[in-house]
Each structure stands twice: as C-alpha cells, then as structure tokens.
C-alpha cells in the first residue's frame, strides 16, 4: 500500500496537505469517503495509521526529511512547536500576535525562512480573512503565503 494522506476540506485537513506539499512527500492524496469511521485528516501506509493531528505533523517531519520546515536547533524547534500550538488556544489574541510579529519587519512568523508556523497560521488566516478585516501588514502577509503554490493546490 503506497502511503496515502486521507482529507477533507477542514481546516485540519487543509494544515496537513499544505505540509505534506511544501515538503513534497511521495503520498497520494484522497478525499475522505462518506461513512469512514476515521475522521479526516489521517495518514496510511502498510505498517501504520496516524489520525492524531499533533502526532501526524510531527511524523511527516520526521518520516519525509525534504523541505525542512523547523529549525535546526533544538531550543528554536521546540519554541516553534509550541507557538503551533497557540494557534488553537481560545485564549489568544492570535491576531494582535500576528500583527505584532510583523510590525518587527519579520517577512514570516519566525524570521526571514518559511516554516511550519507560517502554515499554522496562514491556515488559520484562510477562514480569519473571510469574516473579519485585516491591517494591509497582514493582507501582504497573506498574499505572500496564500500565492505558494502549495496551499493553493492545498486550498482546492
């Protein structure tokens, strides 16, 4: 069984095929079927299913070494990791935090490379953008990450 990245048009399922693009991970990828008993998004392959969110991100980086999409350091890594996380807490202004992070003149949400924070947010900023106005800070940051030819074949 080839390994297969199983979607549907969720904001999960979004994060995790714009990933599995920008890494370029030798997957096939399918729309989730009415009636699956696993929701989507969720990865197969002969010797393992991974249908947690968390662990999938965390394996795809580990399993397809391509474009690497965290930091080479450990301390960076793991400070990178938990501000994905952020982007789930109710608790927080996570426009203000965008907004603050790009009034520094940082070009994406950890510095001058793209990373795996960049498609946190930038999922995150798909549906924000449809309901709410945003500062033109955020509106070229969105440009400049939503014209990646990943997250529009992601975005499909």
Known sequence: M????????????LLIHWLVLEKEC???VEQQLPGDLIKAPYYV???ILIYDHATLVQFLQERYPGEQLLPADPVSRAQLR???TLVSDPDVNLYAEVEEILATGS???????????DIYIGTWLSEYV???PISAAVANYWKRISSRSA???ASQ
């Open 45 to 47: 392959d002969s010797d």
């Open 26 to 28: 030798p997957l096939d």
């Open 107 to 117: 070009e994406h949400m950890a510095g001058r490379e793209f990373t795996l924070l």
């Open 82 to 84: 938990q501000a994905c």
């Open 2 to 13: 080839k390994p297969t990245l199983v979607a549907d048009h969720g904001l999960d399922s």
């Open 130 to 132: 449809l309901l709410h």
């Open 151 to 153: 997250f529009k074949v």
